[in-house]
């Protein structure tokens, strides 16, 4: 069994598939799933597990080189604009091409976070 890290098998096994410039999304409950993108639903409540915990849990396992972030947060979400920017600097897009992009996703990891525009993508750096 792994000590540390990101234990959930799932999630360790595909976070583990992934190369430079394939895009991860983190998502809440509410963010529509491309027909073919494979997800990984983490929800059992509204609101558990939190955006905010998921996505540091998996930054302390993935290798990012950007992240992108609907600008629309900054006035329907700022609680969650603040702790995302605190965690990873984000670049802004508009959530309609957030959701666009996320049809090129290779994975979508869905929070049970349930406040507005509490997604991101993460484009996937290299380690050396």
């Not at 069994?1 to 410039?21: C, E, P, V, W, Y």
């Not at 950007?66 to 979400?77: Q, S, Y």
């Amino acid at each position: 069994m792994k000590k540390q890290g990101m234990i959930n098998r799932d999630i360790a096994a595909s976070l583990a598939s992934f190369g430079h410039t394939d895009l991860l999304v983190i998502g809440d409950c509410g963010l529509p799933i491309p027909k073919g993108v494979p997800c990984i639903d983490l929800s059992f409540r509204i609101g558990e597990p939190s955006f905010l915990t998921v996505l540091g849990a998996v930054l302390e396992d993935f290798q990012t080189e950007a992240a992108f972030i609907a600008r629309e947060i900054t006035e329907g979400n700022p609680e969650v604009e603040t702790g995302t920017q605190e965690q990873i600097e984000a670049g802004y897009i508009s959530h309609e091409e957030l959701k666009e992009q996320s049809k090129q996703a290779k994975l979508i990891i869905r929070t049970g976070e349930a406040t507005p525009y509490a997604n991101i993508i993460l484009r996937s750096g290299v380690i050396f």
